[in-house]
């Protein structure tokens, strides 16, 4: 566009001088722009260019491929308020599930270890017939027990064993057994066990608070840039509203004969670098949103693409 405009200018321009109305100066203002608008328009190609070169190595593709690009749709209003921010980012970051997932993991094993630490009683009801065959089963004798038993570790490495049974033999004899048994050093204690996942968890949620106060840094740094860029961006189309309305008084002055040409040269110009101040502006303010988005563990797959 800044190329066209320069074109059309210059030609006014010779016609103006040919016409005996506009003056040798004018011409050389003009070409002047124009070889400074061409200069412009090879740097921007070429920065396209490598810049799809670029995304196409980093996509694993052969850079001599073609690429086109789509504009992102962009929003200048947040859907989320800066208080849940945070919340969010905590609910949807990957590196938060991960800690989550691994301190449970580890509290439920130590639970698991505090289990076998407590004393534990067993019930035991038994019910037997023996004969010398099938047939003569129902003439055999029948056997009933019952009885206790304990086990608890009331020291380190040490366990304490007991239990107490009865049997009756047709109901009319029984046999009392009773036993206790302790035994030391015998390697059943699990307190090692429990200290070394206790030290873990610790470590965890340390590094989980860390890790909270690392994010939260970048979640509210991503937040005020990207606040920042909206308020730079509405600077940038007000200016070039400004931009416009100042390059229609230009042209019409020079039309009055009030200004001279280089006044609407130096208008264009301002008007030129406030269209790509905008581009530059809203660029970024959508980078800034998709920095954000990352931030807040929002930024998914088909948004990376686009």
Known sequence: EQVVQAEEALKVAQMRLTEGSGIQYEVLLEEAYLAQSQADLLTAE??????????????????????????????DELDYKEKDLMEIAVNNRLE?????TEIHSYEMQLKLLKA?????????????QQGTGIDSVGDGDIIWSAGLSFRFSPFKDTSVYGSSNREWINSDQFMQKSS?????????????????????????????????????????????????????????????VAMEENHRIQVKSYELGINQFKDVVDARTDLISARINLTRARYTSDQLRGSLMYALGLLSFKESVQ
């Open 46 to 75: 070429n920065d396209v260019k490598q810049a799809k070169r670029s995304l196409l190595f980093l996509m694993k593709k052969e850079t001599s491929e073609d690429v086109q690009l789509a504009d992102l749709d962009r929003k």
């Open 116 to 128: 076998n630490r407590r004393p534990k009683l067993d019930f035991v009801l038994s019910y037997d």
């Open 180 to 240: 206790l048994l302790m035994s030391l050093n015998d390697d059943s204690s699990v307190y090692s066990q429990e200290i070394d996942q206790r030290i873990m968890i610790r470590k965890l949620r340390s590094e989980l608070a860390t890790l909270q106060d690392s994010i939260r840094v970048e979640v509210y740094a991503a937040y005020e840039d990207f606040i920042e860029s909206c308020v730079l961006l509405s600077a940038r189309e007000k200016n070039l």
């Open 96 to 100: 938060f599930k991960r800690y989550y």
